[in-house]
């Protein structure tokens, strides 16, 4: 087998040769008319960093600023996806709710009490994502009141849906070089007393 390839050529390392992080790599020009595959961080590539729920809000922290991310995926014990977790519900308001209604110190507080539940988080389809332009996304993560949005597929094989993708504002926003700031407007009045009855 080995017979019918043949060898690649080689060459010494130039000396010029440099090291480039994600970050820094130069990308295609983003526009609000660009497709908006272009801003998503694709799971089909990359491993999605994930914590259990009844981690600690310190570990879930210490991960983020260990991986220099602003997102975790939150699991149970078997691995099955509960809901996710952002550097905003850790460093927030969230704890400090928690810490007056329920007397707990801030080192006592678990991930599951911050978290976004999975039943909470709105989703688009990766069939529509494929079509749309990044203005649409901005319009939809702006009507959606969020930093974030995940991306889902249809497995017809197992008949299950996966998760294959992540929109960040932050992200979408350094590609376009602008800022995108969202703060969530309350659309019904029963949205609106639930708003003032039970704060986010």
């Not at 790599?25 to 660009?34: E, F, I, K, L, N």
């Not at 990359?46 to 009844?54: A, G």
């Amino acid at each position: 087998m080995d017979a019918l390839f043949h060898p690649l050529p080689t060459t010494p390392l130039p000396a010029n040769t440099d090291l480039l992080h994600l970050e820094d790599r130069p990308g295609r020009p983003v526009t609000h008319d660009s497709c908006a595959l272009e801003v998503m961080t694709d799971l089909r590539v990359l491993d999605p960093v994930s914590i259990i729920e009844d981690a600690t809000l310190d570990a879930a922290h210490a991960l983020m600023v260990s991986r220099a991310i602003r997102l975790l995926f939150i699991t149970d014990d078997e691995g099955h996806l509960t809901g996710l977790v952002t550097a905003t519900d850790v460093l927030g308001e969230r704890p400090m709710q928690r810490i007056h209604q329920d007397g707990k110190r801030h080192s006592e507080l678990l991930v599951r009490e911050v978290m976004t539940p999975r039943a909470e988080l709105d989703t688009l389809m990766l069939k529509d994502v494929s079509h749309a332009k990044v203005g649409q996304l901005i319009a939809t993560m702006k009507q959606l009141g969020r930093q974030h949005a995940l991306v889902v597929e249809h497995n017809a094989h197992s008949g299950h849906h996966e998760l294959c993708g992540l929109f960040s504002t932050s992200h979408i926003a350094r590609r376009l070089g602008v800022s995108l700031n969202f703060i969530r407007v309350p659309q019904t009045f029963s949205e609106i007393q639930q708003r003032l009855t039970h704060p986010a």
